[in-house]
């Protein structure tokens, strides 16, 4: 938790892209993770991504990786207020989170 | 497909007393973990069990926290005496514990001590 590094807030218009970036520290895990969570409930898994992969669309997600600066990115595209929450990445073989990222979606 | 089954809801214990957390995962998941959510942090986990084997638990203050999981599959948390800073939210999640799939969490217990 304490070596996976994000930025603590984001806030968007409805309708814009949001993008949230992670850093992580173990470059052997096979899948990353992104999870929500809202308000007085449990994380709920969003999307994985393989490590040999660079990019993975899934509706309105897209997971980018960039294992050489061990960095992932989560962006939503058209993003609505329903997308207001924490978000949180996560390393397959080290299952320990961050801080996570607020994202505030403004109509 | 049942979700990760978590009780009690909430808790309210005063400090120095005990409490215990219940955790039934999904069927078949091997992997179990236990988080510990103070407001406005990330999850910070406490334990992991691979089965009913502990894989890591770094970071659970031994001298007043401790955990089982039974034949593998259900899982008790047990704070003994809490404190005031162990109000937070207890999440379980679980897992395959292979290929791809992430972990599933239930709702959490919440848990404030007076």
Redesign the interface.
């Known amino acids: 938790?304490e070596d996976v590094e994000q930025s603590l807030f984001l806030s968007v218009r409805e309708g814009d892209s949001s993008v949230i970036n992670c850093t992580y520290t173990d470059s052997s895990s096979t899948?990353l993770?992104w999870?929500k969570q809202e308000p007085g409930?449990?994380?709920?898994?969003l999307t994985?991504i393989?490590s040999n992969m660079d990019m993975k669309q899934d509706q309105r997600l897209t997971v980018l990786l960039n294992k050489k600066d061990k960095h992932l990115s989560l962006r939503i595209a058209d993003t609505q207020t329903g997308d207001s929450a924490i978000y949180?990445c996560?390393e397959?073989d080290d299952?320990?989170?961050?801080?996570?990222t607020r994202l505030t979606v403004k109509p | 497909e049942a979700g990760v089954a978590q009780s009690p809801r909430y808790k309210i214990i005063e400090k120095r007393q005990s409490v215990a957390f219940w955790c039934n995962p999904i069927s078949g998941h091997a992997t179990l973990y236990w988080y510990q959510q103070i407001l406005g942090q990330g999850p910070k986990l406490l334990i992991q069990f691979q089965n009913n084997g502990v894989v890591d638990d770094s970071q659970l203050p031994k001298d007043r926290f401790s955990a089982e999981r039974l034949k593998g599959v259900d899982s008790t948390l047990k704070i003994q005496p809490a404190k005031l800073e162990d109000s937070a939210v207890y999440l379980c999640a679980s897992s395959l514990g292979t290929g791809p799939s992430g972990a599933f969490f239930g709702q959490g217990t919440r848990l404030t001590v007076v």
């Open positions: 938790g899948y993770y999870y409930a449990g994380l709920q898994l994985y393989f949180f996560a397959r299952m320990r989170f961050g801080a996570g």
